[in-house]
């Protein structure tokens, strides 16, 4: 689990897919106008989380707020985390990440084409090799979409690339899936092609990249990123935002339209609504991966209501058969896949700890890396399941939720997308 500091939502860049738009859409020009004082009182009242820092694009901040933020960090757990698109990283940035152990999830599509719903992004390869170079952790998420997995050919540059990261000892991060994007998402069925490809491709070379490890993870009962591990939209176990001001929200992937003020108490009224609704009506009943998915992540739910599960579904469906049937195939004991017991008391993340101690604010920020590393106050009374439906829409996911070293980075999301506008 983690806490997210977004002090500024703005960005330097204007990623075409990213799920923040919506918010900067409401805001005539973001502005540096945070209080850090008020941030640094959040951040000592929620130690007991990982904490990571995030935007927007967190390195628009003045070198002297950045370094007191990092310091801060620091201080509170002797490391620190950013999510960043790393188009602002320089020599000073990289003392700064030395000096304070900082781990640095990057938010990148790939080299050339694969990168071009990022426009401004071409010399990030070059600020990889650098930060590999100077010993700092690095991680990646990739939003997976039609520029860098439409077509075999694209896709076979997406695993050169992946391959030429191992060799550089990255041999992790996240592959997030671009979702309620029209125009730059692939269909479920292209999703499913390229998913079942890289997974192929993945296992063959023995990476460890997400989605890969959680669906494995969710087979086995095991903790893995929190796309598969239920989800209560107003009040988001997996991350925990402070904003600028100091207030205290929840995931901004699953909150569109405004940003809810955090309820304090934590419901399973979407696991129930999903456990007990019919398939053909948007639930997940008798679905036989229930336990290892719990229908995906609200942020990307059919007719953008959280009640229903991912528009995804077959994707998650046809990678869990994938490893299923080679669970079987090596005669391994899989936990019953079938058992639709109604989960009165779940926790969000039961079983042997999560995987990505940064929740996966869904692919925006590098939720595990290496281990398991976002208004107006919504008061309808929460036990009352009520629904208040909320559009949704899609960066990217946030949040590197995996990197194969130091566990920080999303999702979260991925998640975390990258939160990025202009600074």
């Known amino acids: 689990m983690a806490l997210l500091v977004k002090p500024y939502i703005g960005c ?39 904490i990571s820092l995030h935007g927007g694009e967190i390195l628009c901040l003045p070198h002297k707020d950045l370094e007191a933020l990092l310091s801060k960090s620091y201080e509170i757990h002797k490391k620190s985390s950013i999510q960043t698109n790393a188009t602002l990283i320089d020599d000073k940035k990289i003392a700064l990440f030395k000096k304070y152990n900082t781990h640095v999830g990057i938010s990148w599509d790939g080299p050339g084409e694969l990168s071009k719903f990022r426009p401004g992004s071409q010399k990030v390869g070059k600020i990889i090799d650098k930060l590999v170079k100077k010993g700092v952790s690095v991680s990646l998420i990739m939003v997976i979409s039609k520029a860098n997995a439409g077509t075999k050919k694209l896709r076979k540059k997406l695993k050169s690339f992946l391959l030429d990261l191992e060799k550089k000892g990255i041999r992790g991060g996240r592959l997030n899936p671009c979702l309620c994007a029209p125009g730059y998402e692939l269909s479920v ?31 086995k009962n095991k903790g893995r990123v929190c796309t598969f591990m239920g989800c209560d939209i107003f009040s988001t176990e997996s991350a925990t935002v402070v904003l600028g001001d100091g207030s205290v929200v929840n995931c901004m992937r699953v909150n569109q339209e405004y940003v809810p003020l955090r309820h304090p108490v934590q419901y399973q009224t979407r696991n129930e609504i999903l456990h007990e609704t019919p398939q053909k009506y948007g639930g997940c009943k008798d679905c036989k991966y229930w336990r290892a ?68 604010e869904h692919g925006d920020h590098d939720d595990n890396a290496g281990k398991a590393s976002h208004g107006d106050h919504h008061d309808d009374g929460r036990g009352d399941g009520g629904h208040g439906d909320i559009p949704h829409g899609d960066e990217h996911g946030d949040h590197d939720d995996n990197a194969g070293k130091d566990g920080h980075g999303d999702e979260h999301g991925d998640e975390h997308g990258d939160e990025h506008g202009d600074c």
């Open 293 to 360: 998915c719990y229908g995906g992540c609200p942020s990307a739910a059919i007719d953008n209501d959280w009640r229903n599960r991912t528009y995804i579904c077959e994707l998650w469906k046809c990678l869990f058969e994938f490893y299923e049937n080679i669970f079987n195939h090596l005669d391994i004991p899989l936990p019953a896949l079938n058992n639709n017991a109604r989960d009165e008391s779940r926790s969000c993340y039961e079983g042997e700890g999560h995987g990505d101690e940064h929740g996966d």
């Open 12 to 50: 330097n860049l204007k990623c075409r897919y990213c799920y923040e738009n919506s918010y900067r859409k409401k805001i005539e020009k973001p502005k540096l106008d945070y209080n850090l004082k008020a941030v640094f009182k959040k951040m000592e009242e929620y130690k007991n989380l990982d």
């Open 189 to 219: 069925e292209k999703l499913k092609e390229a998913y079942l490809d890289l997974a192929d491709f993945c296992l063959k070379n023995n990476l460890k990249w997400s989605p890969f490890y959680d669906l494995v993870n969710g087979l």
